[in-house]
């Protein structure tokens, strides 16, 4: 999401509101990048002195800066046992602008080290959304193995533009021939690229903004691109959302080769504003054919879970993690001196549910590593940082489930049995929800997806946040919450049930 649109987002969603702090197009008008040399960029922003990471609302399980705005997840990519995350970034404050690439470096998913930003503006504009490939082939010519950054130059026009590191992310080199796809608006953005092995060609996915859709581009050398199709299905009551961040990635679904596009939308989500959408299809190399089901299809129900995408060269494995954040209130969150978190990283899969494809994610199995035992809940929840919890709910009556802490603050979720549905609640009970008029959602809706007698829902619950998952991930519900403190106790009513919890123990220390 760009921040000249989201101004016509607030229009078309809600005229009376006032959105503060997501700033204008004005807002990268002050940025003097250093550029002596555009062409080859040794990183040039640190990142500033450690807070100590932890201030109130800091997550203690997710990633977050250590300092300054972060937006869209971008360039993820795998590389000789290190996870590279690079992600939009404002080097210069705590709200939007002056786009860049931070980056940040793991060995396992959960432990993150914050790196020199790896790109920041040059001549052709703010450095927008995109991806990262390995080109183990040297098929563009800058070496075997290069990591090769492919991601939207916007100045007005958005166009795409390429850089790419012979020395595993540390440093990177525009290419000299870029825009290596060149545009003359701003409705085409977000590079997200992999290689189709039956075509033997790089296929590229790019929104289409506001003229909604997918465009797709194939090339042999990551520097020459053809277009190749348009892929755009009408929703019902959605005309006029915004694209982003697509992504297009290949299943073995009972025995076959199935295709899942994801794509970020805004307004329109889910409930109000942001949310991820996906299709299922298929791609012969060229066409992207969505399935006949009964679109929009929702990657997450809750309100704060966008622009996710995968990491690329993960052999077995699609891995995802998205923006913790919603573009009604993104600007406005009371998180200082950082604002926003990615969720927690996710394994994809393709399962089937009543008969049709459904696209399930559960959190990585890498989150062990900072866990406890197992341990049964007494109802008061000792946990510091933050907690996973497992409840097992029978499905013959309906239950409530509150989560709460020793101020009073609740987030509450209903299990409505007949319907086989999860509400959570997130009100002023939840705690802090004044800083943005609309960040209280009184009802959020998920279908369970599951069958049975019982459905299992595992909680993660870390200062800011609540996420929820049925066992399997045929359905996930994100939420970000301001409680004063994190919520230490349990109570179910209704149904029976066995609860579980282990303590996840923070990634900073």
């Keep these: 999401m760009k921040s000249k649109n989201i101004f016509r987002t607030m229009v078309a969603v809600m005229s009376t509101v006032t959105i503060l702090g997501c700033g204008s197009d004005d807002v990268k008008q002050d940025y003097n990048p250093l550029i002596d040399d555009p062409k080859t960029e040794e990183p040039t922003e640190k990142p500033t002195e450690k807070s100590g ?25 795998y590389a000789n046992g290190v996870y ?31 790196q020199p930003v790896a790109l920041t503006r040059d001549e052709l504009g703010d450095i927008f959304s995109g991806s990262a490939v ?106 006029s959302l915004q694209w982003e961040c697509p992504d297009l990635i290949s299943f073995d679904y009972k025995g076959k080769k199935k295709y899942v596009l994801l794509v970020s939308v805004n307004p329109g989500g889910p409930i109000l504003g942001s949310g ?49 954040n919603n573009w009604q209130y993104a600007g406005d969150v009371p998180c200082s001196p950082w604002r926003s978190a990615m969720t927690l990283p996710r394994e994809l899969k393709l399962i089937e549910y009543d008969g049709k494809p459904l696209l399930a994610n559960v959190v990585v199995d890498e989150v062990d590593k900072i866990a406890s035992n197992w341990q049964d ?14 409840l097992t709910i029978d499905l013959d009556k309906g239950s409530t489930i509150t989560l709460s802490n020793d101020n009073k603050e609740s987030f509450t979720m209903d299990i409505i049995a007949s319907e086989r549905m999860l509400v959570a609640h997130r009100t002023s009970a939840t705690g802090q929800t004044t800083f943005n008029a609309i960040f209280s959602i009184p009802s959020m809706r998920a279908p369970l997806n599951t069958v049975g007698n019982s459905v299992v829902l595992d909680i993660f619950v870390d200062q800011s946040s609540v996420e929820i998952f049925t066992q399997n991930g045929s359905m ?5 919450v301001f409680p004063k403190n994190i919520y230490n106790h349990l109570n179910v009513s209704g149904a029976n049930y066995q609860a579980q919890i282990r303590s996840l123990n923070s990634v900073w220390f």
């Design 53 to 77: 990471r932890t201030e109130q609302y800091r997550p203690q399980i997710h990633f977050t800066p250590n300092r300054n705005w972060m937006n869209d997840p971008n360039g993820m990519v």
């Design 84 to 114: 590279h995350l690079f992600y939009q970034y404002n080097p210069q404050g705590n709200s939007w602008g002056n786009m860049s690439w931070g980056h940040a470096t793991s060995s396992d998913l959960m432990h993150w080290e914050e």
């Design 134 to 239: 390995i080109d183990k082939d040297n098929t563009a010519g800058f070496g075997n193995n290069a990591m090769i950054a492919l991601y939207t130059s916007a100045s007005g026009a958005q166009q795409q533009s390429m850089a790419y590191s012979t020395d595993e992310g540390k440093s990177f080199t525009r290419y000299t021939g870029n825009p290596v796809i060149k545009n003359n608006d701003d409705n085409l953005r977000d590079p997200k690229v992999f290689w189709h092995e039956e075509s033997k060609k790089w296929i590229m996915a790019l929104a289409k903004g506001w003229k909604m859709g997918t465009e797709f581009y194939g090339s042999t050398d990551l520097k020459n691109w053809t277009h190749l199709s348009t892929f755009f299905v009408a929703l019902p009551g959605r005309p």
């Design 276 to 324: 991820t959408m996906y299709f299922v299809g298929d791609f012969d190399g060229t066409t992207f054919t969505a399935d006949p089901l009964d679109y929009p299809l929702w990657f997450d129900y809750g309100m704060d879970n966008y622009a996710g995408v995968t990491w690329s060269n993960t052999p077995n494995r699609h891995i995802l993690i998205g923006w913790m």
């Design 377 to 390: 809940v007494p109802g008061t929840i000792n946990a510091k940082d933050a907690y996973q919890l497992r």
């Design 476 to 480: 996930s519900m994100t939420n970000l």
